[in-house]
């Protein structure tokens, strides 16, 4: 029944000539249009990404797709400014499924309010676990990669969370210790491996 629903509806595209509802629903890539960090619409690749109906994210603020809540503060801001400047973002980022993986993306953003970039925007998603599986780490680990990944130094970093460089560095330190690796190049390719014990994602 849902396989003739989707033909039929296909068909009445390419017939009418309109298909930008097929084109944002059956996307291969996650696709989510959102108003003040609040989901407001999604696509069936984003929802199956994280592991949930459409509808069950429909409304829901941004924050239940992050590790935590702290780490949803750290980066809800990140790329406003570009966003403003060039109305054009990308990053990488740890994001969580509804059974509690965790695991990386790669997002993109484009904003139909660019003096308020948050107010309303559509963003697209792909899982990176084939080319970068997760390996497990703390929190605070998590957000230093994360905006590592992001290009940021450490000086950035450490005023981005609110810490001392110092201690930025001393995380950093046994980031490249725990992955046995000389610099953050190599760190990601680390983490890039595609040995089966580090994923803890099922696919």
């Given at each position: 029944?849902?396989?003739?629903?989707?033909?039929?509806?296909?068909?009445?595209?390419?017939?009418?000539?309109?298909?930008?509802?097929?084109?944002?629903?059956?996307?291969p890539?996650?696709?989510?249009?959102?108003?003040?960090?609040?989901?407001?619409?999604?696509?069936?690749?984003?929802?199956?990404?994280?592991?949930?109906?459409?509808?069950?994210?429909?409304?829901?603020?941004?924050?239940?797709?992050?590790?935590?809540?702290?780490?949803?503060?750290?980066?809800?801001?990140r790329g406003?400014?570009?966003?403003?400047?060039?109305?054009?973002?990308?990053?990488?980022?740890?994001?969580?499924?509804?059974?509690?993986?965790?695991?990386?993306?790669?997002v993109?953003?484009?904003?139909?309010?660019?003096?308020?970039?948050?107010?309303?925007?559509?963003?697209?998603?792909?899982?990176?676990?084939?080319?970068?599986?997760?390996?497990?780490?703390?929190?605070r680990e998590?957000?230093i990669?994360?905006?590592?990944?992001?290009?940021?130094?450490s000086?950035?970093?450490?005023?981005?969370?609110?810490?001392?460089?110092?201690?930025?560095?001393?995380?950093?330190?046994?980031?490249?210790?725990?992955?046995?690796?000389?610099?953050?190049?190599?760190?990601?390719?680390?983490?890039?491996?595609?040995?089966?014990?580090?994923?803890?994602?099922?696919?």
């Amino acid at each position: 029944m849902e396989t003739r629903k989707q033909d039929a509806r296909v068909d009445a595209a390419y017939d009418s000539g309109d298909f930008a509802g097929i084109a944002f629903d059956f996307a291969p890539v996650g696709l989510v249009l959102t108003e003040n960090r609040l989901i407001r619409d999604c696509n069936r690749a984003f929802a199956e990404m994280f592991g949930y109906e459409v509808g069950e994210l429909r409304d829901q603020y941004f924050a239940i797709l992050y590790p935590s809540n702290e780490e949803f503060v750290n980066i809800r801001d990140r790329g406003v400014d570009q966003l403003r400047e060039t109305n054009r973002y990308w990053d990488e980022r740890i994001m969580a499924r509804k059974d509690g993986s965790l695991f990386w993306c790669r997002v993109r953003g484009h904003s139909f309010t660019p003096d308020e970039p948050l107010m309303r925007a559509v963003w697209s998603f792909a899982d990176l676990s084939e080319i970068r599986p997760y390996r497990e780490l703390t929190r605070r680990e998590r957000e230093i990669v994360s905006l590592l990944a992001d290009g940021l130094t450490s000086k950035e970093i450490a005023i981005k969370l609110e810490l001392s460089y110092r201690t930025v560095e001393v995380y950093r330190a046994k980031l490249l210790k725990k992955f046995g690796v000389a610099n953050t190049s190599a760190l990601f390719q680390s983490m890039a491996s595609l040995d089966d014990d580090s994923r803890i994602v099922s696919r």
